[in-house]
């Protein structure tokens, strides 16, 4: 498994600062959040889009997805929807990236069918394009959907090879899903896997990874037993809490453990 972490521990950072964080600390790639408060995002210019592509290709990073704030769940017209992820699949492209990360957010749909129904809708006409351009659209387990059962009733429907899933492994947790039962769900559809750490169901400040609760040594251990070798990334969501530590000196701590975890299910 490879190992990336997420801008979303590092807000506002410029590209040039991440790239060193992730040479100097031994991760393959980055997953970038795609918000205009951020130095990446879908209103770069074609030149801009270049420039960033040519920074990760002489760090010999990867860009190892778009992480796009999409509710592919939620009520309203289809069009603007499927105009945003289509947005972050050409930006995805343009920047060498396998993946586009979108929400469920269908918490204010009329009913779990209707939500099911719309986002099943829409990720199948946003495939389209994401299959024209090589990217591939992932849903997170996240809000509304925060299963892995709850994930596949859209993906299920859908049934296109460009529409996958994104594991979150603290949404799956705090729906009470064991991983055997997640990645049993999610297996088909799996894109990459979100690791983090949290305090406790009640404080999801995040922690230095294997300093909580999340069940980061059985979910590894579940991958690596049924042979996946994709992705791992550490989302660690200092955007929201301000006085997490900063994620610039756990990062080497973090690799570290993951690579025990990787070791014990070798």
Known sequence: MRLAFSTLGVPGLPLSEVLRLAVTHGYHGVEL???????????????????VAAEFKAA??????????????????????????????????????????VFPGGADASSPAEADAVAARRLGTAAEHAADLGVRILLETHDSHRSGADAIRILGPVGHRQVGALWDVMHTWLSGEQPQETYAALSPYLGYVQVKDIASAEDTTPLALGAGVLPLAECVEVLARHGWDGWLCWEYEKRWYENAEPLAGLLSGGREHLGRLLNDSA
């Open 60 to 101: 010999g990073i990867e860009v190892l997805g778009v992480a796009g704030y999409a509710r592919v769940a939620a009520p309203g017209d289809d069009e603007p929807v499927i105009e945003e992820i289509r947005g972050l699949v050409s930006l995805a492209r343009d920047l060498g990236a396998p993946f586009v990360r």
């Open 33 to 51: 959040r795609a918000h205009p408060e951020e130095p990446v995002h879908p209103g770069l210019s074609p030149d801009q889009r270049a420039d």
